[in-house]
């Protein structure tokens, strides 16, 4: 596999694993406060607040997979090395 | 005002602080497509997490009586919305060459510091506290 194909690869899987884990991590989250509201009406303020914090938190985690997979693919670093080593063979 | 609502508030404010400043630092000492990323990253995540934002306040205060499974859905929904969109933004910028990839990650920690922050201020006044 040379390093192009293995770059794109790489950034896909990155992503899928990351939104796949944010996904479920975000739903539990969730899952736990609805039920707890749903106990507890009382203390909404300040599920939703405590939720608020951990979902942004979660999601800057899927931001940055997604970065990362898009330098893999349009910005590597060593691309244009990699590029001249192929292009002299 | 209690503790939940004051780390939202300061959390809510700090984003803002952080996107000026670092955008104003970022056009003074770095390059154009380093501020760029700095300016076009802290803007994303802000807006993101208002709308993030938004979103819960929306569907917890209508929570009672409804089942979990449909404030899950509407909230993963928004959620994936709110992601693919970031997905394209942060695409076009890559693609284009209009951002430093550094300088992006650089703007999109912005609310990640925030959080850091209010929680490291909250728990020094609770050790503060504790030790008077």
């Known amino acids: 596999m040379d390093f192009f194909t293995a770059c794109v690869w790489a950034a896909g899987v990155a992503i899928g694993i990351a939104a796949f884990g944010c996904g479920i991590g975000q739903g539990m989250g969730v899952n736990g406060a609805v039920q707890g509201i749903a106990r507890n009406p009382e203390s909404s303020g300040k599920v939703t607040v405590t939720l608020l914090i951990g979902l942004a938190m979660i999601e800057s985690l899927c931001i940055y997979a997604l970065v990362v997979a898009l330098i893999l693919i349009y910005a590597h670093p060593q691309a244009a090395e990699f590029a001249k080593i192929v292009a002299g063979h | ?132």
């Open chain 2, 1 to 132: 005002m209690d503790i939940h609502q004051r780390i939202i508030k300061f959390v809510t404010t700090s984003n803002w602080f952080l996107f000026v400043v670092g955008t104003l630092l970022g056009f003074i000492n770095t390059p154009m497509p380093f501020a760029m990323g700095i300016l076009t990253g802290s803007l994303l995540v802000t807006l993101n997490f208002h709308l993030l934002r938004h979103t819960l306040y929306k569907a917890m205060a209508t929570a009672s009586g409804k089942p979990a499974r449909s404030i899950l859905g509407v909230v993963l929904i928004k959620y994936y919305i709110r992601f693919a969109i970031s997905g394209i933004v942060i695409f076009a910028l890559i693609k284009g060459n209009i951002v430093d990839p550094l300088g992006l990650i650089m703007g999109l920690s912005v609310v990640v510091v925030s959080i850091m922050a209010a929680t490291t201020l909250e728990l020094t006044r609770l050790i503060f506290k504790e030790a008077v």
